[in-house]
């Protein structure tokens, strides 16, 4: 595997393997990487001719006072899980080399970025389309592989992609969970482990409500009701919210027969956790 640490020498590589093969896939992370990102991976692996993945913990979307600093940074270990996967190139740059001094432009995917984290985390949203963006227009891939666990971050994206006529396709892959349902995330790390206890009630919130969706139940205003009470059985959670939309726009729906998406954030301890339900069309 041919680790880049500049622009120049990704685009190199790139070209390289341009020449000779056909379709190339893109796996953006931030590293401290978990069976998640292998997944993805794995998808562009089983879909793609060359795949690259990037490490990059990107300042811009962090807002000041959130977790930049101490997010978890683990390159020699992630190195050594992507090369067993067989990628073919890492992209692991410095801050400096993605915004070098004077760096002004931004890509502001505007009104859905200001949804869920995005009302949360303000900012956030601008600094992930950003540095997708730019991820896009170093590599040039064919496909880019993202989690649906990051629900938002998806409806985000594919209107980045569909308003700047990026010619790629944008491949989502099913969340990956521990067996006891909690969703794969770096931030799990924070987690002590009765920290790691209460947060499961993320998962059970989202499980219960597509037990009663299973069962009939179409209307937001009821299913809410349910994951609510389900929440509050965990005090040592703080609910950032709980909201049933639609998954392009992310504006709530009043029923969930045309397919929603369930999702939830909340503060466990020191993490921030975000998880959700894609309701399929019936
Ligand atoms: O999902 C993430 O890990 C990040 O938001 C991404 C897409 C790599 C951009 O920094």
Redesign the pocket.
Known sequence: MLIAKTIAEARAAVARLRAERHCIGLV???GALHQGHISLVRAAKATCDAVIA?I?V?PT?FAPGEDFAKYPRRLEADCALLEAEGVDVLFAPDPEEMYPEGATTFVEVAGISDRLDGASRPGHFR??AT??AKLFNIVQPDKAF??QK?GA?VAV?RRMVRDLNFNLELVVCPTVREPDGLAMSSRNHYLSAEERQSALVLSRALRHIEARIAAGVIESARLMDVGLAVLAEEPEIRLDYLCIVDPETLEDVADVSAGALVAVAAAVGPARLIDNLLVPSR
């Open positions: 953006p992370t931030m990037t990059f990107n979307q600094g992930v540095v997708v993202f989690g990051d971050q994206l």
